[in-house]
């Protein structure tokens, strides 16, 4: 899969996301990466910034907050459990979900007990 293909799944995997919580979003890009930082070589994606639940009155003019969402692990993940387009579709959405939530203050146990660990 190319990074133009991969990017694309990422853009689609947002507009998939409800424009009730889009709307929500404030002050954070989203970027694709070909792998994440050094020590981290599994990491599907992260999210790196103040939840909306931890931002007070004090946050103007914050830079924005960072989703990234690593093609070369996720690529990985897929070649090993056998998986084909489709799978690669799925671990995307579930990415920019999981990374989305984070960004909505959503910790990681609760993340993995409503299916987006």
């Known amino acids: 899969m190319t990074r133009e293909e991969f990017e694309e799944l ?12 889009t709307r929500l979003m404030d002050n954070v890009a989203v970027f694709v990466e070909e792998e994440p930082p050094v020590g981290s070589p599994e990491l599907l ?5 103040i939840p909306l639940t ?3 009155e004090w946050y103007a003019g914050a830079l924005p907050d ?10 990985r993940l897929v070649e090993r459990e056998g998986g084909d ?7 995307v959405e579930i990415t920019v979900v ?20």
């Open 54 to 56: 931890e931002r007070g």
């Open 85 to 91: 387009r489709e799978l690669v579709v799925e671990e």
């Open 98 to 117: 999981h990374e989305i939530a984070h960004h909505f203050g959503i910790d990681d146990e609760r993340l993995h007990a409503l299916g987006y660990g």
């Open 45 to 49: 994606g992260l999210y790196e910034g």
């Open 10 to 21: 990422v853009s689609e995997a947002l507009d998939r996301i409800p424009p009730e919580l």
């Open 66 to 75: 960072r989703i990234s969402v690593y093609m070369g692990p996720t690529l």
